[in-house]
């Protein structure tokens, strides 16, 4: 990139050209690519994989690379610009498939929803016997405590984010869900102060399941709608996270998300 330097002074430099075939694959500056056989090679992958990219650093800076400025010596880093750490956002990611999972189970239709209603046969005082179709409260209580369980984790680790992109999208669902505030306290399930969830079982089975099944279950409820918003955290978790995968000096992917110069992991 216009920078000049006389490599004839740089120890280890081999100035009679034995990396000619590396050199030529790089462009000519009337657009042409010298050393046609090599054509695009440094553009690569393989170039990388195999070691002749680093070789051809190693040619190009020599041992005295402390002469080049901007060079810094980390042989095990690579560049980052994510502003999370990588178990970070893999948390991120996990706790939002998480929660996906536990609201895929509520808003469940047909044959396998969690609101189908079944017979459930009482004897009164007098002995005589009923009929009634209830709803399978138990099984109802233990996915929505689930869900609340998993938004939470969701919440907590979405919140601790420097990314704005994912705070963005954590900040909607803290939207969404209060916007149904006062439908959640009616089954039992309370808005505290920092967003997070807490349910009452006592409260919850007593509640209208009806209520609870138009909060929790089909396309458009309030279910559905964190479902769809845990999405976009991964999904922008996930952008944050390529942000910083870069290949190491072996050719290797790197996922570490490690600050460093990238010239320096070739060293």
Same mark, same amino acid.
Do not use: C, H
């Given at each position: 990139?216009?920078m ?16 000619s ?6 462009p000519s500056?009337?657009?042409g690519?010298?050393? /046609?056989a090599? +054509?695009?090679f440094?553009?690569?992958?393989a170039?990388?994989k195999?070691? &002749?990219?680093? @070789? !051809? ?9 402390s002469?080049?400025?901007g ?9 980052s610009?994510?502003?999370d750490s /990588?178990?970070? +956002? ?5 706790d939002a498939?998480a929660?996906k999972? &536990?609201?895929d @189970? !509520? ?33 109802i ?8 369980n998993?938004y ?10 420097n990314?704005s ?6 900040n909607s ?18 808005v505290?102060s920092d967003?997070?969830l ?6 919850f ?17 309030y279910?559905?709608?964190?479902s ?5 955290i ?7 996270a ?26």
């Amino acid at each position: 990139m216009g920078m000049r330097m006389d490599v004839s002074e740089l120890t280890g430099y081999n100035t009679r050209g034995d990396y000619s075939m590396l050199l030529g694959s790089l462009p000519s500056r009337g657009g042409g690519v010298a050393g /046609a056989a090599n +054509l695009n090679f440094l553009s690569d992958y393989a170039s990388i994989k195999n070691g &002749s990219y680093g @070789k !051809l650093m190693n040619a190009y800076y020599g041992p005295d690379k402390s002469r080049v400025s901007g060079v810094v010596n980390n042989s095990n880093s690579s560049i980052s610009t994510s502003k999370d750490s /990588a178990q970070q +956002l893999k948390n991120i990611q996990s706790d939002a498939d998480a929660l996906k999972k &536990s609201t895929d @189970k !509520l808003i469940e239709t047909g044959a396998k929803s969690l609101f189908n209603t079944q017979d459930v046969t009482v004897t009164d005082a007098n002995g005589v016997k009923s009929t009634n179709r209830e709803f399978k409260t138990d099984d109802i209580y233990k996915a929505v405590s689930t869900f609340v369980n998993d938004y939470n984790n969701l919440l907590t680790k979405g919140s601790d984010s420097n990314s704005s992109s994912v705070l963005g999208k954590v900040n909607s669902l803290n939207g969404i869900t209060n916007a149904n505030k006062n439908m959640l306290d009616k089954v039992g399930i309370t808005v505290g102060s920092d967003g997070r969830l807490s349910i009452d079982e006592e409260t919850f089975k007593k509640a209208d399941m009806t209520t609870a099944q138009s909060l929790f279950n089909g396309t458009g409820s309030y279910a559905y709608r964190v479902s769809a918003q845990a999405s976009w955290i991964d999904f922008a978790a996930t952008n944050e996270a390529n942000r910083a995968n870069t290949y190491t000096a072996s050719g290797n992917f790197n996922n570490n998300f490690n600050t460093g110069n990238l010239f320096g992991s070739y060293f």
